[in-house]
């Protein structure tokens, strides 16, 4: 069973586990546990690499209530860790918001677990491990030669982990299976495949009934001392077969996986024959009439193939419910109301001409454009925590260094390695690492932090906008040179070019002439995972380019890709007119554009050109700045976008605010 079939699973036990706290009988949760499920990363591509091995999936809930999925494989790593291709990894993924209990939240791109820069285990074949989650702290116990070592720390963000041999030398060379939550008890499979608890300093007890799958009776907390339950992988009693285990809570197991579909065997009726896919769960919750059942592999492969279960993407069909934003806003950043806009200032919770939003999940940057900085806001608080670009809050200081910027910051982005500001001032890109104020790396400027020059070459940029990243490197938009560049991993050189012939070319806008392939002006960029979409301003469009191609095949706002018809299509706005469109986004539903001179968002449901929701306007005509005055339904030039698992945050530019529109 692979990760994308485990986590499916695992989705629908954390469902009806949040669902069985405040819903007894089975109908209120079939609803949910039926519906499609999966985890997906933020711009809903799916978690999983195709054509790689990835195996032994661990999805924890941590007490904050964010979910972190752990799974081995022999995929590419990301930029910071250093991997040798082919070998077999730990990576670690967090959810970007947490888990309500009812929608799956989206994940950020799966990191390698590293001490230092290398990657461990790096084995040839299958990484051997397990994982738990105390708090909000994972741990993770894995084989490494002919050792077993587990996590001291780790930060499931970067991947950065801090691992040691265990001091308990009994068992030490056997396979682990599952690891309690404080980290300090494992359950081990030796080389006879019996199973043992060991404690990490010293102990070791062999598990009743645990040794052989035919006559397995179960673990329950008087023998076992665990109080989760445990998911095994494999053909347990038998010789030579992969053991993988997951630990995790689970509430009412048998609704559960009844209403999943799944057919459920219980040990009686479990033969050690049974296929090495086979999926068995044997829990100490005293609560279930049995501590074990199987899930053969027949009626586990009948249900992972049936179209749509696991949502967008892989079986075709839409995720669970609408997706519907309210196009009524919720709550306010930058004024004290809603029916306010006051002038710009520079304070910890005003701003002057905001200019473009991003959430990383812990909280919301904004880009504050003329105060030349950008503030970040914890959680749903409306007062800024921190500052980058100025030495406090009533600073509005500009200069070229690694922890100033030269003026006009119109573009912040955020990915699970940091947080990436431009600077259009200084024809540059900043990122900063974590939390960090001090930019470590700068792109437009041949690494130089203190030079702030135009340029129209691999490594140089002019007037930069929009930022976006994917598995495979970074996008920036060089709005001066007509053009969005590519940068393999970290690299500050670009390797690919859109909208010009090569990187060295100063075409002008549209370059070439008006087509597929040029550009004029372009300002924002969203990568989903399939592709690129970019706002290109002045031709009063959106273009999608899919894959790694550098010439669209989808438009929003024109009749084709070839005919520019200008400002709304040369007439009035409607549901497929744009006017100068500075941002785009994308989630699972769709594609979300802001139509900043029709002073309004526009959602496009699907791969569909035509919008079918607007915000900002009570209608798909009307264009007016704030019509019918500044509300909580009003918007004046609104650029940058975030779309989130939980909403939709606006720079609702002209009124000096940002809005944040939830989910229905």
């Known amino acids: 069973m692979t990760v994308r079939q485990f986590i499916q699973l695992s989705a629908i036990l954390l469902i009806v586990s949040a669902a069985s706290q405040c819903a007894k009988g089975p109908t209120a949760v079939d609803s949910r546990v039926k519906t499609k499920l999966s985890l997906r990363l933020a711009g809903g591509a799916p978690i999983s690499s195709p054509n790689t091995d990835e195996y032994n999936p661990h999805l924890l809930l941590g007490a904050d209530n964010f979910l972190y999925l752990v799974f081995g494989s022999n995929r590419a790593c990301n930029p910071e860790a250093t991997c040798t291709a082919g070998l077999h990894y730990i990576f670690i993924s967090r959810s970007i918001t947490a888990f309500d209990g009812v929608n799956l939240p989206f994940f950020n791109s799966p990191v390698a ?216 806003a919720s709550i306010v950043y930058g004024q004290p109301n809603m029916t306010t806009a006051n002038a710009g200032s520079t304070t910890q919770t005003t701003f002057s001409s905001p200019c473009d939003v991003s959430n990383d999940g812990t909280g919301l940057y904004v880009a504050d454009q003329n105060n030349q900085r950008v503030m970040y806001f914890p959680g749903i608080s409306t007062t800024a925590s921190r500052v980058y670009g100025q030495a406090n809050y009533m600073a509005t200081a500009t200069g070229l260094s690694d922890t100033t910027f030269a003026g006009n910051v119109c573009g912040v982005y955020t990915d699970m390695t940091g947080v990436f500001v431009t600077d259009l001032g200084g024809h540059r890109i900043l990122f900063f690492a974590g939390t960090s104020t001090t930019a470590t790396r700068v792109y437009g400027q041949g690494g130089l932090f203190t030079s702030g020059t135009a340029t129209t070459t691999a490594d140089g940029l002019s007037n930069p906008q929009g930022v976006a990243s994917d598995a495979t490197g970074v996008y920036i938009v060089d709005n001066g040179n007509h053009r969005v560049l590519f940068y393999s991993g970290t690299s500050t050189t670009a390797t690919r070019v859109y909208g010009q012939v090569n990187a060295t070319t100063a075409g002008g806008p549209n370059a070439g002439g008006f087509s597929a392939s040029s550009l004029n002006a372009p300002r924002g960029i969203h990568a989903d995972g399939t592709g690129v979409y970019v706002a290109d301003v002045s031709n009063h469009r959106v273009l999608y380019y899919p894959g790694t191609s550098t010439v669209a095949t989808r438009v929003y706002g024109q009749v084709d890709l070839t005919t520019n018809g200008g400002v709304n299509r040369g007439g009035a706005a409607g549901a497929n007119t744009l006017n100068n469109p500075w941002f785009v986004k994308s989630d699972p539903y769709g594609v979300y554009i802001s139509d900043s001179g029709n002073n309004r968002v526009l959602f496009y449901p699907g791969t569909s050109t035509t919008a079918t929701q607007v915000f900002g306007q009570p209608n798909m005509t009307d264009s007016a700045s704030n019509n019918g005055g500044v509300s909580a339904t009003s918007l004046s030039s609104p650029l940058g976008l975030h779309v989130a698992p939980d909403g939709l945050y606006v720079a609702d530019n002209g009124n000096q605010r940002v809005l944040f529109y939830p989910r229905l």
């Open 113 to 328: 677990l590293r001490d230092g820069v290398n990657a461990g285990p790096g084995t040839a074949q299958q990484a051997k491990f397990a994982a738990t989650i105390n708090g909000s702290q994972v741990t993770v116990c894995v084989k490494s030669g002919a050792n077993l070592e587990c996590s001291t720390s780790l930060n499931a963000t970067t991947g950065e982990v801090t691992i040691a041999n265990i001091a308990n030398s009994a068992h030490v060379t056997s396979t682990p299976i599952g690891v309690e939550a404080a980290g300090q008890k494992l359950i081990v499979l030796d080389g006879s495949n019996n199973a043992f608890e060991i404690g990490t300093s010293s102990g070791a007890t062999a598990l009743p009934g645990l040794n052989n799958a035919s006559s397995a009776v179960g673990v329950r907390e008087a023998n076992s001392g665990y109080t989760d339950a445990y998911f095994v992988m494999g053909q347990f009693g038998t010789t030579a077969s992969t053991k993988d285990a997951i630990v995790g809570p689970v509430v009412n197991l048998e609704l559960a996986l009844a209403s999943s579909g799944l057919q459920l065997t219980t040990i009686n009726s479990f033969f050690s024959s049974s296929a090495e896919g086979d999926l068995v769960l044997f829990s100490a919750n005293d609560g279930l009439s049995d501590d074990m059942y199987v899930v053969t592999s027949h009626t586990a492969e009948q249900l992972w193939n049936t179209t749509g279960f696991f949502g967008p993407g892989v079986g075709g069909g839409p995720p669970p419910g609408t997706g519907e934003i309210d196009t009524m």
